[in-house]
C-alpha cells in the first residue's frame, strides 16, 4: 500500500459540483477505456489506479464493453478494486454505461429497459460492486422512447443499484428532453458525458454546454484527442505502443505533416504558460466553470502525472492567448 494519508491525498486535488447537485467531482477525473483490458500489464494498471486515488482522483469512468475484449476493464477494475481499493470504497466515485453492443440478438444493445438494467446487473457482477456511483445511458437510441429509456435510469436508482444517472453522446435538443424526463421522474441527470477537447469543438458549437442550463454537468472525454494533443507525437514519429500505433481508434493517418506543426505551435504556446501541451489542453477545458471534470485516459503513471500538474495551475487564459490558439486550431483540420 502506498496511499499517503487522506490529508494529503486531497491536499492538492479541487473538486467541482456535477450541476445542481451535491455531487463532487475532481477536476481530472480517470477513464478506462483503453490500457485496462484483459491484454494490459496488471501492475501497470494497478500502479495509474493507485497513484491516480493517491493524488485525490476519486472517479473512474467504466462502461460495460471497455476492454479489450468487452467486459475486460470492468473485471480488472473490481480485481484491483478487491485487493487494493476495496476499503476506500466511500471514497471513490465509480461509473459504467450501457448503450452500445455487448451480447447477440434483440436485448444486448441501444436503449430499451430489458438492455439497461440486465446490462447493470452484470456490469455489478463483473466490478463485484453492489452499486455504481453513476450509471450513464451511453449512446441515444433512435428506437426506443426516451421515456423508456429514462425510466430505466430512474429504476436503477429506486433499485439502488445506481446513485447517480447521466447520458452520454446525446445531441442537445434530446439532451434537454431526457434531463427533463428525468427531473419529472425524480432522478435528476446529473452528468452529460460529451467529447470536447480543443481541437474537437462539436460539443460547444452545438449548444451542449448551454443546454446543460446548470442542471447537469459536463464531463469532458478524449479531452486529449486520444493523444494528439499531448507531447506524443510532437516529433511526427508515431511510436510503438501508442494509441496511434494500434491503429483503431486513433488512425496512424492522422499523425499529418501540418498537423503535427500545428500541434508545435500550440505546444510553443503551452510552454510560454509553463505547461506541457497536455496540461495546457486540460487548463483550456478547465477555464469554463460549466465543466465538472476532465476525463483524461494514461498509459502510464508517468502520463498521468504529468497530466496532474494541470491542476496546480490557474485554468486561466490571456485574452492574447485565447486569440493565439484560437487562430492555431482554426487551422487544424
Ligand atoms: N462516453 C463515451 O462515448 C466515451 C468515448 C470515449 C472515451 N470515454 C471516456 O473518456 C476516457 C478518456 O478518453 P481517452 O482515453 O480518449 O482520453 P485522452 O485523455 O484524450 O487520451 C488518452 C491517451 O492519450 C495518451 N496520453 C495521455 N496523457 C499523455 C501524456 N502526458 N503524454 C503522452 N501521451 C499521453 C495515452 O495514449 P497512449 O496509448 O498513446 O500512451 C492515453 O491513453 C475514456 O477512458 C472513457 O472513460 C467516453
Known amino acids: 500500500m502506498k496511499y499517503t494519508a487522506a490529508e494529503t491525498r486531497y491536499y492538492a486535488m479541487k473538486y467541482r459540483y456535477a450541476g445542481h447537485s451535491g455531487l463532487r467531482l475532481p477536476e481530472l477525473s480517470l477513464g478506462l477505456w483503453h490500457n485496462f483490458?484483459?491484454?494490459?500489464?496488471?501492475?501497470?494498471?494497478?500502479?495509474?489506479?493507485?497513484t491516480a486515488f493517491d493524488q485525490g482522483i476519486t472517479h473512474f469512468d467504466l462502461a460495460n464493453n471497455y476492454g479489450p475484449p468487452a467486459g475486460s476493464a470492468e473485471e480488472r477494475f473490481g480485481h484491483i478494486l478487491k485487493h487494493e481499493l476495496a476499503p476506500y470504497r466511500d471514497e471513490l466515485i465509480i461509473s459504467s454505461k450501457a448503450g452500445y453492443y455487448m451480447w447477440p440478438g434483440p436485448y444486448g444493445e441501444w436503449g430499451s429497459r430489458k438492455y439497461l438494467i440486465a446490462s447493470c446487473d452484470q456490469s455489478l457482477k463483473r466490478m463485484g460492486l453492489e452499486y455504481v456511483d453513476i450509471f450513464y445511458h451511453h449512446r441515444p437510441d433512435p428506437n426506443t422512447p426516451l421515456e423508456e429509456t429514462m425510466a430505466a435510469l430512474a429504476h436503477l436508482v429506486r433499485q439502488g443499484k445506481a446513485l447517480y444517472v447521466g447520458i452520454s453522446n446525446y445531441k442537445a435538443e434530446d439532451a434537454k428532453k431526457a434531463i427533463a424526463l428525468l427531473k419529472e421522474m425524480g432522478t435528476p441527470c446529473i452528468l452529460n458525458q460529451v467529447r470536447y477537447s480543443m481541437l474537437d469543438r462539436w460539443t460547444e458549437e452545438n449548444g451542449l454546454l448551454d443546454a446543460m442550463d446548470n442542471q447537469a454537468g459536463t464531463i469532458c472525454f478524449s479531452p486529449l484527442a486520444q493523444g494528439l494533443l499531448t507531447g506524443r507525437y510532437l516529433d511526427g514519429s508515431i511510436p510503438e505502443g501508442s494509441?496511434?500505433?494500434?491503429?483503431?481508434?486513433?488512425?496512424?493517418?492522422?499523425?499529418?505533416?501540418?498537423?503535427?506543426?500545428?500541434?508545435?505551435?500550440?505546444?510553443?504556446?503551452?510552454?510560454?504558460?509553463d505547461q506541457s501541451l497536455s496540461e495546457m489542453a486540460i487548463s483550456w477545458l478547465l477555464k469554463d466553470p460549466r465543466i465538472t471534470s476532465v476525463l483524461i485516459g494514461a498509459s502510464s503513471e508517468r502520463q498521468l502525472l504529468e497530466n496532474l500538474k494541470a491542476i496546480n495551475k490557474p485554468s486561466t487564459f490571456s485574452d492574447e492567448q485565447i486569440k493565439e490558439l484560437d487562430a492555431i486550431l482554426a487551422r487544424w483540420e
Open 37 to 50: 483490458g484483459a491484454e494490459a500489464n496488471e501492475s501497470v494498471c494497478k500502479g495509474i489506479l493507485t
Open 243 to 273: 494509441r496511434a500505433s494500434v491503429n483503431h481508434f486513433l488512425k496512424s493517418e492522422a499523425i499529418t505533416e501540418k498537423r503535427v506543426a500545428l500541434l508545435n505551435e500550440l505546444n510553443t504556446i503551452a510552454k510560454s504558460r
